[in-house]
T-cell receptor, first 116, second 112 residues
Framework: NAGVMQNPRHLVRRRGQEARLRCSPMKGHSHVYWYRQLPEEGLKFMVYLQKENIIDESGMPKERFSAEFPKEGPSILRIQQVVRGDSAAYFC??????????????FGNGTRLTVT | SQKIEQNSEALNIQEGKTATLTCNYTNYSPAYLQWYRQDPGRGPVFLLLIRENEKEKRKERLKVTFDTTLKQSLFHITASQPADSATYLCALDSDSSYKLIFGSGTRLLVRP
């Protein structure tokens, strides 16, 4: 049973380009979460999605960032017109139930985005 | 807003000793607390969850305590091994149970 798969593992983009980060949850998991980790800082919640629905995007910057989890295919985190401050590790997690006390999160190994 | 503090200094101990890591929080009363392990270049891996009405939880060589009066959780690894070397993260639920707030982690180094 494969774990949460994220790709690419490393992504380099120039300022102003678009970054697309993909996440395939564990089999049977319909709840997906994206977290961002800056160096020496804790993971910060960005967005929580279920199939075809955004449940909570309160951690997403209002501009340039969007996320989706279509009926078929992986979840996508999209960052338009990247800036140097977007450089970070982006982690996707999934759970079979809404994450929390009854359903801890399973994380992927992240995508490390570098903006030059 | 909720705040979590973990010791930013690395904990360096001898193999076989017990490692004790601390997680303090303020401005909140979480319903549960989780501990994760993170290795360099990898994602966090879930270890243990403890609920607000539980004082202690054990799993093999791991033990977690949760003191809601002190607003503190302690994470113990007994008979530590070099393979236990990693960064350990604590996480609390927030105003939404699915949204975790993570500490910045404490790095553990176990010397052979």
């Amino acid at each position: 049973n494969a774990g949460v798969m994220q790709n690419p593992r490393h992504l380099v983009r120039r300022r102003g380009q678009e970054a697309r980060l993909r996440c395939s949850p564990m089999k049977g998991h319909s709840h997906v979460y994206w977290y961002r980790q800056l160096p020496e800082e804790g993971l910060k919640f960005m967005v929580y999605l279920q199939k075809e629905n955004i449940i909570d995007e309160s951690g997403m910057p209002k501009e340039r960032f969007s996320a989706e989890f279509p009926k078929e295919g992986p979840s996508i985190l999209r960052i338009q017109q990247v800036v140097r401050g977007d450089s970070a590790a982006y982690f996707c997690a999934s759970s079979p139930l809404p994450g929390g006390r009854d359903s801890p999160l399973h994380f992927g190994n992240g995508t490390r985005l570098t903006v030059t | 807003s909720q705040k979590i503090e973990q010791n930013s200094e690395a904990l360096n101990i001898q193999e076989g000793k017990t490692a004790t890591l601390t997680c303090n929080y303020t401005n909140y009363s979480p319903a549960y607390l989780q501990w994760y392990r993170q290795d360099p270049g990898r994602g966090p891996v879930f270890l243990l969850l403890i609920r607000e009405n539980e004082k202690e939880k054990r799993k093999e060589r791991l033990k977690v305590t949760f003191d809601t009066t002190l607003k503190q959780s302690l994470f113990h690894i007994t008979a530590s091994q070099p393979a236990d070397s990693a960064t350990y993260l604590c996480a609390l639920d927030s105003d939404s149970s699915y949204k975790l707030i993570f500490g910045s982690g404490t790095r553990l180094l176990v010397r052979p």
